[in-house]
């Protein structure tokens, strides 16, 4: 595999959240926790429920049927319009909205029984506004020193801090109690450095500006790697945070 293969690579089609092109060719290994189920135990439990940053609505829609009052955000136009066509039918209303560390969230206050964040920002006092008493929030998130080897071949370093620590710290001091908190330390394979290309372009916040041609000395690295059957292996973080706004 060569630099025009790569160049393929990066202008493969990619719609919503969807990795499936590298499925076979990005092995990960699996968490000590079931997110998914998680998730349906409590949307069957619930009466109001927000999925934020839903990416293509691939993931939330799996969780059908909602309750009545079901709503998604995603800040990504091209990820917002394949939300909204693959939720709609579903009755889930998407709302286009970046979420971060500091916006207001466009909802009332107490307007959620359940607010689920898989791999988004947020904002701990919003989430807990937005909440009802006895509401829950969960979350997963991917741990700032996340391929933070890859990003070393790169020459970049990560550009937030999401750490396990102060994410729990920032929700206790909103107000929440914590029920559940798990750190996981794990790794993923590449099994060719398309696959990387392909990864990076649609991973934009890696390897800031990712192209090719731009990083082709690296990724021709990579490939000296591969010729000497090397195998492209790099550290994986995640943490799952269960959260409860219990009425005092």
Not at 65 to 88: D, I, M, Q
Request: glycine share 6%; net charge positive.
């Amino acid at each position: 595999m060569g630099v025009e293969q790569w160049i393929s690579e990066e202008k493969a089609p990619f719609k919503g959240w969807d990795f499936s092109h590298i499925k076979n060719r990005k092995i990960d290994q699996k968490l000590p926790w079931n997110y998914n189920l998680l998730v349906k135990r409590l949307v069957g439990k619930s009466n109001s429920v927000l999925d934020m940053g839903t990416g293509g609505g691939e993931i939330f829609s799996s969780f059908a049927p909602f309750p009545l009052h079901a709503v998604a955000t995603e800040g990504y136009k091209p990820n917002y319009a394949v939300a909204r066509k693959r939720l709609a039918p579903l009755k889930v209303k998407v709302i286009k909205f970046s979420n971060s560390l500091t916006r207001k969230m466009p909802f009332k206050n107490e307007e959620f029984d359940l607010v689920l964040n898989r791999h988004d920002a947020f904002n701990s006092k919003e989430i807990f506004r937005i909440l009802k008493s006895n509401g829950t929030f969960l979350t997963q998130q991917v741990e700032r020193s996340n391929l933070k080897d890859l990003m070393k071949i790169f020459k970049t370093k990560p550009k937030w801090d999401n750490s396990f620590d102060s994410t729990k710290r920032s929700l206790i001091e909103a107000g929440f109690t914590i029920q559940i908190s798990k750190e996981w330390k794990g790794q993923t394979e590449f099994r060719d450095v398309g696959a990387i290309a392909y990864f990076l372009k649609n991973s934009p916040w890696i390897v800031e500006g990712f192209s090719v041609k731009k990083h082709l000395r690296y990724l021709k690295k990579l490939q000296r790697r591969r010729d000497r059957n090397e195998r492209l292996i790099f550290r994986e973080a995640r943490f799952v945070i269960l959260a409860k706004k219990l009425s005092n």
